[in-house]
């Protein structure tokens, strides 16, 4: 099932208010069971949900790139590490190597990645909320509810306990 992006944003755009709200009641209120909640969550929506299906953030974002990525997908190319970055790669206001263009330039027109099983450690985590410590990176989680359908369906999922 394609996921209609353009609906997905203005939804998630519609709700984003709401979110934010909500990611603040959550820094008030410090649950102990926050990652628990995430995970939980991140497992049911993704049973449902194949992000072949999306490809939002391949198609929107950057990962940050580290070195061991740059050197990584370098030698799969055949490339110096330089000639990479030279390539595809620039440094951002922070100093951190991120793609030149979006979409990120492995994706396929299948929105499968060419470079899957070499990926970049970012993008092997993403979406993050299946990560320790949900409570130190909720302003990303919150970020990423306008790029990622799953983020948004799994922050709506744990605001239900929060919204009475």
Do not use: W
């Given at each position: 099932?394609?996921?209609?992006?353009?609906?997905?944003?203005?939804?998630?755009?519609?709700?984003?208010?709401?979110?934010?709200?909500?990611?603040?009641?959550?820094?008030?209120?410090?649950?102990?069971?926050?990652?628990?909640?995430?995970?939980?969550?991140?497992?049911?929506?993704?049973?449902?949900?194949?992000?072949?299906?999306?490809?939002?953030?391949?198609?929107?974002?950057?990962p940050i790139l580290l070195q061991t990525d740059?050197?990584?997908?370098?030698?799969?190319?055949?490339?110096?590490?330089?000639?990479?970055?030279?390539?595809?790669?620039?440094?951002?206001?922070?100093?951190?190597?991120?793609?030149?263009?979006?979409?990120?330039?492995?994706?396929?027109?299948?929105?499968?990645?060419?470079?899957?099983?070499?990926?970049?450690?970012?993008?092997?985590?993403?979406?993050?909320?299946?990560?320790?410590?949900?409570?130190?990176?909720?302003?990303?989680?919150?970020?990423?509810?306008?790029?990622?359908?799953?983020?948004?369906?799994?922050?709506?999922?744990?605001?239900?306990?929060?919204?009475?």
């Amino acid at each position: 099932m394609v996921i209609d992006l353009e609906k997905f944003s203005k939804e998630s755009s519609s709700d984003y208010p709401a979110n934010k709200k909500l990611k603040d009641k959550i820094k008030a209120i410090r649950p102990k069971n926050l990652d628990e909640k995430f995970h939980q969550e991140h497992e049911e929506v993704f049973a449902s949900l194949d992000c072949l299906d999306c490809g939002n953030c391949c198609k929107t974002t950057s990962p940050i790139l580290l070195q061991t990525d740059i050197d990584r997908l370098a030698k799969i190319f055949r490339m110096k590490s330089s000639e990479f970055v030279n390539t595809y790669l620039y440094q951002d206001e922070e100093g951190d190597f991120v793609f030149k263009s979006a979409p990120c330039p492995f994706l396929g027109s299948d929105n499968a990645c060419l470079v899957y099983e070499s990926r970049p450690k970012a993008c092997r985590e993403y979406p993050h909320t299946n990560r320790k410590n949900m409570f130190g990176i909720l302003d990303l989680t919150l970020k990423n509810t306008l790029v990622c359908p799953a983020v948004h369906k799994i922050f709506y999922e744990i605001g239900k306990e929060y919204k009475k």
